[in-house]
């Protein structure tokens, strides 16, 4: 089975930071590009940051600079480090999993989701 388990989200000032944690079992770790997303209450998912197998990354416009995306292949984990939250920051945080063929998901796992809350 594949499974996705999450892990660091919780309560913090704005300004503060947080790291959650994304550790993966089921998959070959290091062939999946790896994503973090992030879904507000009534909204669709969106991207917040992804990485490639490759180690390549790339981030919503609205993280830059703040957030980082890291992989550890050796602990089959994902990381999102998150500095200088803002309270639009909130939002349900999922890893996500995605092998590609062609540019096109192949195989696509998700995570539990962990809540994120920025206070003011």
């Known amino acids: 089975q594949v499974q996705l388990v999450e892990s660091g989200g919780g309560l913090v000032q704005a300004g503060g930071s947080l790291r959650v944690s994304c550790a993966a079992s089921g998959i070959i770790f290091s062939l999946f590009d790896m994503g973090w997303y992030r879904q507000y209450p009534g909204e669709q998912r969106e991207l917040v940051a992804a990485?490639?197998?490759?180690?390549?990354?790339n981030y919503a416009d609205s993280v830059k600079g703040r957030f980082t995306i890291s992989r550890d292949n050796a602990k089959n984990t994902v990381y999102l480090q998150m500095n200088s939250l803002k309270p639009e920051d909130t939002a349900v945080y999922y890893c996500?999993?995605?092998?590609?063929?062609?540019?096109?998901?192949?195989?696509?796992?998700w995570g539990q989701g962990t809540l994120v809350t920025v206070s003011e």
């Open positions: 990485i490639t197998r490759g180690g390549n990354t």
């Open positions: 996500n999993a995605d092998s590609k063929i062609n540019g096109r998901p192949q195989f696509r796992y």
